[in-house]
């Protein structure tokens, strides 16, 4: 069965700091998906990587398959990224198609101003 | 361009009863999932639609089904509600390809009473 874990479960910080949330994972992947999901439920993909580095502005994504773990850093943060981010993979082992993957349960992140 | 759409947003129903949830895919994606997300926890992958036939399924039981039509949208339906299935129901669409990215709808959120 494959465990998604992540850490800090929650976190605060002041605007401007560098953040880092990690996600480990049991079994061999496919890919990695970071989600963000505001209050009210939407979510929004961030990355989908299974290899090495991606960065979209402010966000950047780090995914070592060997020690199967990922990380998802936001510099300069702001009020605006205070969200839930959720990290979530795709087996190795799940069938054809673009599903199946299993999530973490989420670091609440909040940005003071 | 019209991303993934839920209805209804909002449910309040009573245990026993029987609900059904729609998700409208976004443009051009041809595969549905649905999860459910209990308050505070990461989504559950329900089942994947595909080709208008259930694909992939997570660990819910019978009383969860579902059903995709030929315009690609699809639906959820759960009878005899339990007081636990109070949750957020998600759906994402993709394209059946392997790692296509996922969209998100805005989920529905049920409660049951």
């Known amino acids: 069965k494959n465990e998604v874990e992540q850490s800090p479960q929650n976190l605060t910080a002041q605007e401007g700091e560098f953040i880092t949330i990690n996600c480990s994972y049991s079994?061999?992947?496919?890919?990695l998906h970071w989600l963000q999901q505001h209050p009210g439920g939407g979510i929004v993909s961030l990355f989908m990587?299974?290899?090495g580095k991606k960065k979209h502005g402010r966000l950047i994504a780090t995914i070592n398959i060997q020690e199967k773990h990922s990380s998802l850093h936001i510099t300069a943060s702001h009020p605006r990224d205070s969200a839930v981010y959720i990290c979530?993979?795709?087996?190795?082992?799940?069938?054809?198609?673009?599903?199946?993957?299993?999530f973490g349960k989420g670091t609440h992140l909040i940005i003071q101003p | 361009d019209a991303g993934v759409t839920q209805s209804p947003t909002h449910l309040i129903k009573t245990r026993g009863q029987q609900v059904t949830l729609r998700c409208s895919p976004k443009?051009?994606?041809?595969?549905v999932s649905w999860y459910q997300q209990a308050l505070g926890q990461g989504p559950q992958f329900i089942f994947q639609?595909?080709?208008?036939?259930?694909?992939q399924r997570g660990n819910f039981p019978d009383r969860f089904s579902g059903h995709q039509f030929p315009n690609y949208s699809s639906e959820l339906n759960v009878n005899a509600l339990l007081l636990g299935d109070s949750a957020l129901y998600l759906c994402?669409?993709?394209?059946?390809?392997?790692?296509?990215?996922?969209?998100f709808g805005n989920g529905t959120r049920l409660t049951v009473t």
């Open positions: 639609y595909y080709e208008e036939e259930e694909r």
């Open positions: 443009s051009g994606h041809d595969t």
């Open positions: 990587l299974s290899s």
């Open positions: 979530a993979v795709r087996s190795v082992y799940s069938g054809g198609g673009a599903d199946g993957l299993t």
């Open positions: 079994v061999g992947i496919s890919a």
């Open positions: 994402a669409s993709s394209f059946r390809r392997l790692n296509s990215p996922l969209h």
